[in-house]
């Protein structure tokens, strides 16, 4: 009997967030179903534990001496610089250990865009590595930019409060100076070092972006033709390609049996993703607001997001009675099954890239509640080039909620909004099918690593 050919054998390296691991394991599991062995080279950080879904993945830590507490003191920038200088030497001696153990070749590394220090890795060894952005690619051009921003002065009014970051961003209409993927825990110096990490393309043979070009066809244009000047596969949604099970933290399902007591586009789903911090006094004043609306509610309020508190203990005995009523909280729900339930109408969300791309997906618009990064141009888009989302800006109080939600779930703006999303989850999906761009972009993807 003929031997089957042996698999070829990718890396790929996450990045040590919930949104960061998911689209990554969503490829990995895309990709082993085109013939690739799958290894997934991860720091103790987050620790993604394989589901029966991974079962012939290799999974391997990469040693580090960080410790635990600098995940959370140091915050996403700094920790991540500093990830990056430790992990360099270690995923050295993991990636030689790799190339002696493997029977099969290694044909290449897929690294996280902030996990930059395994590109520079590959290199040493002379395997072919690929960058994967699991934001959009509109965050991608700030980011490739944001070093020419920053000399022409146009940063200037994020290092004043005083200055005006409401102005437009010159050739990124229609994003404003504070629609830029920054960070309020980060000072501007640091979070350019990092981006400038990010987008250097080192030997990088190809960048894959989690999109679509039916979202974003400008802003991949201008990376292939301008930003970057190697191949650029939108493959995305990732999670439309390849559903798996990723969350790293327990789905509560009861809520699936309340929604099915609720009816046809009736109820507002709110989750703030995994790493969204919270006052008490907003998460009072959001419970007001949704009380005030009139509107059932499904609420996710993850232990630890709420300042000061471990839930929702500290909250007065009020918060309890408003939600009794016409809503639902849960510490952590199947987002993707929420999202796709008959009975949810509206999203309010901190607009990170997966919750976005999920949205979109079900055809539910959103109110957009960004706190940092990649959100604020997300939540922008969505506001304004998509027009299916509501920004909600400055400080949060009762009447600010009451009034969006209404706007999304009452009104004929909101009906208005929910046909546009559903025109654009109908694109999505063609797009993700035989002969559908990101589907022809992923063949073209697998050929290109085939030959290399």
């Known amino acids: 009997m003929e031997d089957k050919p042996a698999r070829r054998r990718l890396v790929l390296v996450p990045a040590s ?42 999974f391997i830590t990469i040693p580090e001496s960080l410790p635990e507490s600098d ?21 050295k ?28 890795v590959a290199k040493e060894f002379n395997l072919p590595n690929v960058i994967f952005s699991t934001t959009n690619a509109t965050a991608f051009v700030c980011r490739s930019v944001f070093e020419e921003l920053n000399a022409n002065n146009v940063l200037a009014p994020l290092k004043d409060s ?20 920054t960070s309020k825990i980060a000072s501007l110096d640091k979070i350019l070092e990092l981006y400038k990490n990010t987008v250097d393309k080192g030997t990088a043979s190809s960048v894959i972006i989690n999109t679509s070009s039916c979202l974003e066809s400008s802003s991949l244009s201008w990376l292939q033709q301008e930003g970057l000047d190697i191949p ?48 008490i006094n907003e998460a009072i004043e959001t419970a007001l607001g949704l009380d005030n609306s009139n509107q059932h509610f499904l609420w996710v309020i993850r232990p630890g997001s709420i300042r000061g508190s471990e839930w929702i203990e500290h909250l007065p005995e009020e918060f309890s009675k408003m939600v009794s009523g016409r809503g639902y909280v ?28 999920e949205s979109i997906g079900e055809g539910v618009p959103m109110i957009c509640r960004p706190f940092s990064a990649d959100q604020n141009v997300n939540a922008r888009y969505l506001e304004c080039v998509w027009r299916i989302g509501i920004q909600v800006e400055g400080e949060l109080d009762r ?17 208005e909004m929910r046909k546009r999303a559903v025109s654009l989850k109908e694109k999505l999906r063609a797009s993700v099918r035989s002969g559908g761009s990101s589907h022809n972009s992923l063949e073209e993807f697998v050929h290109f690593m085939s030959t290399l």
Not at 33 to 46: E, H, P, V
Not at 262 to 275: A, E, P
Request: a negative charge; charged letters at 20%.
């Open 232 to 279: 650029v596969y939108p493959i995305g949604p990732l999670h439309m390609v390849a559903s798996t099970s990723t969350s790293l933290f327990e789905e509560n399902k009861s809520c699936i049996e309340w929604l099915n007591k609720q009816k046809q586009d009736s109820v507002i789903f709110v989750s703030l993703g995994s790493l969204a911090l919270i006052d």
């Open 93 to 120: 001696d993991c990636l030689g250990q790799l190339l002696l153990q493997q029977s099969n070749e290694i044909s290449g590394v897929i690294y996280d865009e902030y996990m930059y220090f395994a590109g520079a």
């Open 17 to 58: 967030a919930q949104g960061h691991i998911s689209p990554m394991m969503q490829l990995a599991k895309a990709l082993h179903l085109k013939g690739f062995s799958i290894t997934i080279a991860q720091t103790k950080f987050n620790y993604f534990n394989p589901s029966d879904d991974f079962t012939d993945f290799q």
């Open 399 to 415: 009447g600010v909620v009451e009034r969006a939600v209404k706007r999304l779930m009452v009104e004929e703006e909101g009906d």
């Open 162 to 181: 005083k200055g005006k970051q409401d102005e437009l961003v010159p050739g990124l209409h229609p994003l404003r100076i504070k629609d830029l993927p």
């Open 71 to 91: 995940f959370e003191n140091l915050r996403p920038v700094l920790f991540l610089l500093k990830l990056n200088k430790e992990c360099q030497a270690s995923f």
């Open 330 to 357: 849960v510490k952590w729900a199947p987002q993707k099954e929420v999202l796709a339930h008959p009975a949810v109408g509206g999203f309010w969300s901190h607009c990170g890239w997966n919750s976005t791309l």
